[in-house]
């Protein structure tokens, strides 16, 4: 009688853990990287922070306008205002003062 005697082979033992690994290592990849991952998230923090430093900006901005806007309301106009919108539109001074003239930007 004739018998048949294998090797047994390492080779199987290591399928299971290996498909496990490409399969941790995908999903870990995508968790940090992907869409919805931890870099993305960082990354949408700094995005707000940012947005939300614009944000404040414009809102102090938009009060400074509302409060030169209120100055110049009918019943409560200020003549100072008054004459510095004057002189601003017009470009004019009198000879006795000193004009400072501010860049566009450091209003």
């Known amino acids: 009688m004739w018998t048949r005697q294998h090797?047994?082979?390492?080779?199987g033992?290591?399928?299971?853990p290996s498909l496990c690994v490409l399969f941790l290592t995908y999903f870990g990849f995508h968790a940090y990287?992907?869409?919805f991952g931890i870099y993305s998230k960082y990354r949408l923090?700094?995005?707000a922070a940012e947005l939300?430093?614009?944000?404040?900006?414009?809102?102090?901005?938009?009060i400074d306008f509302e409060r030169r806007v209120e100055l110049m309301h009918e019943g409560t106009l200020e003549k100072d205002m008054l004459d510095e919108?004057?002189?601003k539109a017009l470009n004019l001074s009198q000879p006795d003062e000193i004009t400072i003239m501010l860049p566009?930007?450091?209003?």
């Open 33 to 35: 990287h992907g869409e």
């Open 13 to 16: 033992r290591l399928i299971v």
């Open 45 to 47: 923090q700094a995005q």
């Open 85 to 87: 919108q004057a002189r």
């Open 104 to 107: 566009a930007s450091a209003k």
């Open 52 to 62: 939300q430093a614009q944000l404040d900006a414009v809102k102090a901005r938009r």
């Open 7 to 11: 090797k047994q082979r390492n080779t």
